[in-house]
Structure formats: structure tokens, C-alpha cells
């Protein structure tokens, strides 16, 4: 059973930055395609930004474009999300997601394939 373990979140300022990092036991690593998505209390899990295993597409919310940045180590099995100039409404569970590449950057996750245990982004303002 492959792991998928995110980290980074916390407590920060409007304004502010954190990264997120998610590592994953999945092999080959770049068989997938892969996401955060984020769910804010009472509202619907959301995508926040999608890579493709290659790295060289990705596609981002409007919500957070020109703020948020998705990277990819594939040699460390690693997915990154920069986030910069975070905003009150950016606060929400935050998680990575991989799916197998062949599906595309438009794929909507399903809970049959691989989820981290989420990590939480609160922004103050």
C-alpha cells in the first residue's frame, strides 16, 4: 500500500508564505500525474493546482494563480506547493493526490486513488 504523507502547514499571517511538501512511496513515481486540492469547513474539496508527471503542464485555480507554485522532485518522490501571499480564504485542509498520468490534468480524484492524510493551512488576518 503506497504512502502519502504531506507536511508543512501551520498558522501564518495574510500576507505570508508556507510550503507544502508531500512525499510518496508510489512506483515508478512518474507514472503519475498529481494534485493539491483543499476543503475549507462547510464547502466541497476544491483543486487548488495539478502537475503532470513530466512536470512541464500544470494548471492552477483562478483563486490562487500568480500566488500558489506546484514543483515536482521525481527523483525524491516529492510534490511541493509554494504558497505566497496567502489570504484569510485560503485557509482550509490541504491535500495531495496522485492519479496515473494517462488520465490527464483534468482527472477528478477519486477516493480509490491515492490521498494524503491532509495537513492544515490557517491564515490570520
Known amino acids: 500500500q503506497a504512502q502519502v504523507v504531506e507536511s508543512g502547514g501551520g498558522l501564518v499571517q495574510a500576507g505570508g508564505s508556507l510550503r507544502l511538501s508531500c512525499a510518496a512511496s508510489?512506483?515508478?513515481?512518474?507514472?503519475?500525474?498529481m494534485g493539491w486540492f483543499r476543503q475549507a469547513p462547510g464547502k466541497e474539496r476544491e483543486s487548488v493546482a495539478t502537475m503532470s508527471w513530466s512536470g512541464d503542464r500544470t494548471m492552477y485555480a483562478d483563486s490562487v494563480k500568480g500566488r500558489f507554485a506546484i514543483s515536482r522532485d521525481n527523483a525524491e518522490k516529492t510534490v511541493y506547493l509554494q504558497m505566497n501571499s496567502l489570504k484569510p480564504e485560503d485557509t482550509a485542509v490541504y491535500y495531495c493526490t496522485f492519479w496515473p498520468s494517462r488520465y490527464g490534468l483534468g482527472y477528478k480524484p477519486t477516493p480509490y486513488d491515492y490521498w494524503g492524510q491532509g495537513t492544515q493551512v490557517t491564515v490570520s488576518s
Open positions: 508510489l512506483s515508478p513515481f512518474s507514472n503519475y500525474a
